[in-house]
């Protein structure tokens, strides 16, 4: 029996498409054992997915300060951490430390850095999970030409950085940043439209559609009979509401709150955690003056989104691609670049609307919101690349024909 070692960065969103793959593979023959983080542990031990080692943390990780307008992908790792090279050697001379036990045939990594690390410098084959503007092979035309780097130096840069210490250990140079998230195999979860990378050939890179976890649970009859209104239906997803680039999810749900009793509609608020529900609840209480918002903690994606009229969220990847899926349309606030480049590819299929964070204020949102609600342009246009790419999702097989032929 093969082994896989997986691991994938922080939040939901990384662990929301890669323990489909891992379930896949297990299913396939393989065996699996990852480090994650924070909430995503509770879903892959309900999934069966053994912990490599529950001790293994990046809880000490020195953070800067929060920014979410960052130019790049590496100015991105840097500011949450990573850019402190020696906490980042023995983090990764732990994770090596712990793979000599496990002995794994791959390493197979969501945007997990010191998995990818590993993995040059031990030579085990890496398995990368990716999208495209994380993907050397894309240059980006948003991020870097909307914002202006302040106090960022190359000299100092990450990839320099890196660098070094892969020199030190005797490993391969990064020809350039986002080269870490590439490997023998670079699987794509996405399609092309969305997510366009030219010369598939290099890093050996392949499409599987989009990757979409949905959890079977039971779900209350008091959830249910909130999507079951009259009016047209918003369903908010505020996400955390202080990550990576600071307040986020609170940006989101604080401009919401302002305008709810103003639009018609009924509208309900997920915050993804239970934590952030009873902040937004408290919050709530002081705002609102009707009672047609609805604020809960995790709405499993197949209600949220197929009886959804509308749905707002914060840009994140998987975020984007379920309204493929389920064929609604969005406004999208991105709360950091990254998302913004999401958002705009949304736009450009005509499946949402941006609202970019800086003109993020509640009479902005409201337009915006009532903008997508009365152009049936922007249902049409998502239900159409719905029947288009509906054969893509979950296309789980592939994956596992390409990890068997490495």
């Known amino acids: 029996m093969k082994r896989i070692f997986l691991q994938f960065g922080s939040g939901l969103g990384p662990m929301s498409r890669s323990l489909p793959i891992a379930l896949a593979l297990a299913e396939a023959g393989y065996e699996i054992k990852y480090l994650g983080y924070d909430m995503a542990k509770e879903y892959m031990k309900k999934a069966g997915i053994e912990e490599l080692c529950p001790e293994f943390s990046i809880s000490d990780i020195k953070k800067g300060s929060p920014n979410p307008y960052w130019n790049t992908a590496e100015e991105f790792w840097a500011m949450i951490g990573y850019g402190n090279m020696s906490w980042v050697e023995r983090k990764v001379d732990e994770l090596i430390n712990l793979l000599k036990e496990f002995s794994p045939d791959y390493i197979l990594s969501d945007l997990g850095i010191l998995a990818c690390l590993a993995a040059r410098i031990t030579g085990i084959p890496l398995i990368a999970i990716n999208q495209s503007c994380y993907h050397p092979n894309v240059k980006l035309k948003w991020w870097e030409n909307n914002y202006e780097a302040e106090n960022y130096k190359d000299e100092d840069s990450l990839l320099n950085k890196l660098n070094a210490f892969l020199k030190k250990k005797g490993a391969q140079q990064l020809n350039t940043f986002t080269e870490i998230f590439t490997g023998r195999l670079t699987i794509i979860p996405s399609f092309y439209d969305f997510d366009p990378i030219p010369n598939l050939e290099k890093y050996n890179t392949h499409y599987v559609g989009p990757v979409l976890y949905t959890p079977k649970e039971s779900v209350s009859e008091k959830l249910l009979k909130l999507f079951d209104a009259d009016q047209p239906i918003i ?53 609102l003056k009707s009672g047609k918002v609805s604020i809960v903690d995790y709405v499993p994606l197949d209600i949220a989104y197929e009886k959804s009229d509308l749905v707002i969220h914060h840009g994140g990847h998987g975020s984007c691609l379920v309204q493929f899926y389920y064929g609604v349309p969005s406004v999208i606030i991105p709360t950091h670049t990254e998302r913004e480049y999401n958002a705009r590819m949304c736009e450009k299929l005509h499946v949402g609307k941006m609202l970019p964070r800086r003109e993020l204020n509640s009479a902005n949102l409201k337009n915006c919101i009532n903008d997508v609600l009365n152009d049936i342009t922007y249902k049409k246009s998502v239900r159409d690349w719905k029947e288009k790419v509906s054969g893509d999702f979950n296309n789980l097989d592939k994956v596992v024909k390409l990890v068997d032929s490495l």
């Open 235 to 287: 369903f908010c997803y505020t996400a955390r509401f202080y990550d990576n680039v600071g307040e986020s999810g609170k940006a989101i749900f604080d401009n919401m709150i302002k305008i709810a009793d103003k639009i018609d509609a009924s509208i309900i608020i997920s915050t993804g955690n239970k934590k952030d529900e009873l902040l937004a609840l408290d919050i709530a209480s002081k705002e």
